[in-house]
């Protein structure tokens, strides 16, 4: 399925290259392997903070602006991960220009970071207050802090760039 998916972005660098639109490309420098292990943990961790960020801020209606913080930041992790999507259809994953890298595999580590990070301050906020902490603002950050942990190696290992095209 490797060697597939390889041959089809070797195909489209060639239609980028006629078309002249190939310029400076970034690639993962990490083996195939291990990219798909880690996109595989990164999934899982932005699927528990997607699922519980919606439960939670659907339970809140966003009453203070730390509500409004973790909104905002799944949407960016949202936002990332429609992207990578995005990429993927025009396939553009694998040899991503440098704004293709940071919108996508940047985004999405980066919302979970945001998303945790707020999920700790909120849940802080609601123990000072009336000494319990939702469990979903536990799971927000624990998807968070997987979704960072798992993406930041991704999209570090973006960091070679090729050029195509160029005589």
Known sequence: MLHAKRSLTEEHIRKLEQAGRAGERYTATMPDVSFLVLGL???????????????????????????????????????????????????????????????????????????????????????TADLTISVLLVWITVGGAINFLAGIPIFLSFKKGIRYGIQ
């Open 41 to 127: 943990i990164c999934d899982a961790g932005w699927l528990i903070q997607v699922i519980a960020g919606i439960i939670y801020l659907t339970r809140h209606a966003l009453w203070n602006g730390l509500d409004i913080l973790i909104a905002t930041a799944l949407a960016v992790t949202i936002a990332g991960i429609g992207w990578i999507i995005h990429l993927n259809r025009i396939h553009e994953k694998e040899i991503a220009t440098r704004l293709q890298k940071n919108l996508g595999f940047g985004m999405v580590p980066i919302g979970g970071l945001l998303t945790g990070v707020f999920g700790i301050v909120q849940a802080i906020a609601q123990s």
